[in-house]
């Protein structure tokens, strides 16, 4: 279906992707992975023709339809939602006037063979439109509740990722090339991704981060490694691509140690054998014993050499590297008493307006974690902002514990200046709270958050959406907080970030209320569940999700 030959890109010096190869057939559905700013969204836009590699090339049949949906995905401000949705979709009523310019154009320049191609391909569109499939996309979704004359430029951010995702699968695509389609959509939402995904005959390459959607939908792994700016392939889910790298890091181990252990054999050998040659020669004057001195320090000498050839050759086993991508050490929080929120018969939401969520009346604990679950707009980030003092409640109190050091984190780091750098940042928090570092420990603690070179000097509103939240949660960490709201704190991280922020989570001895809908993390990192339903919140003790 499409083959990636032997691609290759370098940005300046600075290569991309080296020699990358591999296909996607129809009815598989790999999944591409790897660190932020490994290449990911590059080698997806080489494969939806947006970049041209400086080596190698991508093979696909000329009638395949491609749907690709970036991030950051650009719609047209100026139409409409039903516009938007029938032009992706075909619908005659929206595309008929189009198609009319088309034969006018054609009558015109009759032999303009763009034409003929653009007039064939709109009608065959045009001829495949199915309503009820149309409806069912939408109202899976959830946009069959925004009205259809809205403007596009009018909707939320959430309302036009998903209007994005659904313009591109209502475009009946053989190939799909999906960047990051989890972001913004809530649990039932991808839910019903997944179970489509599921039925899809065409073949797809996702990106994602969330874990669980890749083992519900992948057929295989596409790990591209930031070292080599190669790809491998992996069968499976991802994981068994987890199951399958930990094995081969155990046996590369093994055999790494038995090596260190023979060449610590061998210098030790050399070294004897050396010795003994030094001291013989040195006791007797004799030449025949002199001569049998040198003979066996020459023998010393060439097996020193031959380990020096084995050393620098291939068959040396290399160390496996690490695979640190994070490291949260938070400092010990402040004793926590048994009440830490109290909220107190709340309504939240904003002027002039019906409340999001209202008669709330719920505590949290010392050492709970609770998940905050619902779907987009319901309310659960400006449940957050009201508890952190940012909104003023509708109705009702937020009563904090006495002991309780609040920590915020907003979808859109709101806590970065982006003209500080993060060392300045990272020291001005660490002094507010109670703890100042020095400069060279201040990079020092960067250096957790894989800030290393010269990234600490850079100015915050330059750096990505990865490194920003990083750098939050290094702000949260150097203020010694002991309540952290955390509002999708997982949003830009990939994947092994993403478990270093669990591990260190786990460690935390503080309590924790999240926003999440990335349910790898709230499996493992919930204790308390709150499901916003009917502008209430229900509360469980850690349920299956």
């Known amino acids: 279906m499409l083959t990636a030959h032997a691609l290759s890109l370098s940005f300046n010096i600075h290569p991309i992707l080296n ?33 041209v590699p400086d080596r190698g090339h991508v093979a696909a049949p000329h009638a395949l339809r491609i749907g690709y949906l970036p991030q950051g995905f650009e719609l047209d401000p100026a139409r409409t939602v039903v516009e938007a949705m029938g032009h992706a979709a075909g619908d005659p009523d929206v595309l008929d006037d189009e198609l009319q310019a088309l034969a006018l154009a054609l009558g015109e320049q ?41 403007p596009v430029a009018r909707l939320s951010g959430g309302q036009k990722t998903r209007l994005a995702l659904a313009l591109v699968l209502l475009g009946e695509p053989d190939l799909l090339l999906l ?54 392939q992996y069968a499976g889910t991802y994981d068994d691509y987890v199951e399958q790298v930990v094995a081969e890091r155990e046996k590369q181990a093994t055999a790494y140690r038995e090596q260190q252990a023979e060449i610590r054999r061998m210098r ?61 050490d938070f400092v010990e929080p402040a004793h926590v008493g ?10 939240v939401g904003y002027p002039e307006q019906p409340p999001l969520l209202a008669r709330l009346h719920l505590t949290v604990q010392g050492g709970q974690r609770v998940a905050l679950l619902g779907p987009n707009g319901s309310g659960k980030t400006t449940l957050l902002r009201t508890i952190a003092g940012k909104l003023l409640p509708r109705a009702g109190r937020v009563r904090l514990g006495a002991s309780t050091r609040l920590g915020y984190m907003g979808q859109e780091q709101q806590m970065l200046d982006p003209a500080l750098s993060a060392l300045e940042m990272v020291r001005r928090a660490a002094a507010a709270g109670g703890e100042p570092l020095t400069e ?35 702000l949260l960490v150097a203020q010694g907080c002991n309540f952290l709201l955390l509002d999708e704190p997982l949003n830009h991280l990939d994947i092994p970030s993403r478990s270093r922020f669990e591990e260190a989570l786990a460690q935390f001895d503080g309590t924790v209320l999240a926003v999440a809908h990335d349910r790898a993390f709230i499996g493992r990192f919930a204790t308390d569940v709150w499901q916003v339903t009917g502008g209430g919140i229900r509360h469980e003790v850690r349920a299956g999700l």
Do not use: C
């Open 440 to 474: 060279t420990e201040a990079r020092s603690f960067l250096h957790f958050f894989l800030f290393a070179d010269d990234e600490p000097l850079r100015p915050s509103g330059e750096l990505s959406y990865g490194e920003r939240a990083r750098l939050s949660l290094a």
């Open 110 to 150: 009759p032999d303009a063979k763009h034409l003929q191609t653009a007039y064939d391909d709109l009608l065959a569109r045009m001829r495949r439109f199915d309503a009820a499939r149309v409806g069912a996309i939408v109202a899976a979704l959830g946009l069959d509740e925004v009205p259809t004359g809205l």
């Open 179 to 232: 960047d990051e389609p989890t972001n913004h959509l809530d649990i039932p939402m991808l839910e019903w991704l997944e179970e489509w995904l599921g039925s899809f005959a065409g073949g797809a390459l996702l990106i994602s981060h969330d874990r669980v959607f890749l083992n519900r939908t992948v057929t295989s792994i596409l790990a591209l490694d930031p070292l080599t700016h190669s790809v491998r």
């Open 19 to 51: 020699n990358v190869s591999f296909s996607v057939n129809a009815g598989e559905r790999v999944g591409l992975i790897g660190p932020n700013g490994s290449g990911k969204t590059t080698l997806m836009r080489i494969l939806a023709g947006e970049l």
């Open 268 to 328: 030790q050998d050399i070294a004897r054998t050396k010795e003994k040659a030094r001291r013989k020669e040195a006791a007797t004057k004799d030449d025949q014993q002199r001569r049998y001195a040198k003979k066996v320090a020459r023998k010393a000498a060439a097996r020193e050499k031959k380990l020096e050839r084995y050393l620098e050759s291939d068959e040396r086993v290399e160390k496996p590297a690490r695979s640190w991508q994070m490291k949260l």
């Open 338 to 347: 048994q009440d830490v929120l109290a909220l107190e018969d709340l309504a």
